[in-house]
């Protein structure tokens, strides 16, 4: 595993990205970029982000606060035992969602308690989802119990 130091214009592209999910890194944080099977961000030691295909992904752990979060659509309690297995989101177990367009990523919550399951990217806009009965709609990148969430060093 390689660490880096990110530098100032590093952290600055990132909080760019970052900040549309309520997390950013301030300039007396210690933040290391790891390469392992996933480029992670460590910001004071604790993983916070990480990278999927150049984007910006928050670690669920790191949003403190679930309204931060642009896009998000809730599942049925039957639902959350796929989603923490890392499966897809199907149609059938949304039970509501905000606006979103393709390619972006949605924070896909539970119906009850309204706690972070996983992150995922939009296959279709939300218009569309809302139109469709069955069928994959987002695409399953983060859960919580995956190896990033359950990074350490």
Known sequence: MKQKQLSKSDIKEINEQSKKFG???????KAVLVEAETRIILVNEVPTMFYYDERIVPIIRAIKNTSDFPNKAVVDMPAVKFMV?????MRPGIKEMTE??????VLIV????KKPLCIGIALYDSSEIGRMEKGRVIKNIHYVGDRIWNFSL
């Open 110 to 113: 539970d119906q009850n308690n």
């Open 100 to 105: 979103f367009k393709k390619d972006d990523l």
């Open 23 to 29: 997390i950013e890194i301030d300039k007396k944080d």
């Open 85 to 89: 297995s890392g499966a897809d989101v």
